[in-house]
């Protein structure tokens, strides 16, 4: 009769490195599944809370170059965002200018500029954000 040899189990095969390494995955993997279903379920719902923001002007040309930086301090993304700029005070008639940025991400923010014949440190700026819609 031939003698048989009895196979080792998966337990006794299996070093405990690897069973570390599994353990390991398995635990980023829920991880990531259960941060990404909390994310979901608690999302801000509302609209997008714009605002912008201006840097100092800088020569640009024969015009002057007005720094903006639009923030979303919301979770949902604005696209197709208009941004209206108006300068007063620099003597002459007031300047206005419009920016399109075509996306705000939810938490981010987004950079442009205005383009300005008057110097804007001269005078007054008024930056508001005009409308936005839904990507």
């Known amino acids: 009769m031939a003698r048989r040899t009895l196979q080792p189990g998966l337990a006794e ?7 570390i390494a599994a353990a390991a995955g398995l635990l980023l993997t829920l991880g ?3 941060y990404t279903l909390w994310e979901g ?4 719902q509302g609209p997008p809370a714009l605002s912008v923001a201006a840097e100092p002007a800088v020569r640009a040309g024969a015009g002057y170059l007005l720094p903006v930086t639009v923030r979303n301090a919301s979770r949902q993304t604005a696209a197709q965002v208009e941004i209206r700029g108006v300068v007063k005070g620099v003597g002459g008639p007031n300047e206005e200018r419009r920016a399109s ?3 705000v991400p939810g ?3 987004a ?5 300005f014949q008057q110097d804007p440190g001269a005078g007054q ?4 954000v005009e409308g ?3 990507p």
Request: overall charge negative; aromatic content about 18%; proline content about 0%.
């Open 101 to 103: 940025f075509a996306y």
């Open 13 to 19: 095969r299996t070093g405990w490195a690897e069973w």
């Open 111 to 115: 950079k442009g500029g205005l383009l």
């Open 107 to 109: 938490q981010g923010e």
């Open 32 to 34: 990531v599944v259960g």
């Open 41 to 44: 379920f608690h999302a801000d």
């Open 132 to 134: 936005f819609a839904d």
């Open 125 to 128: 700026v008024e930056l508001s």
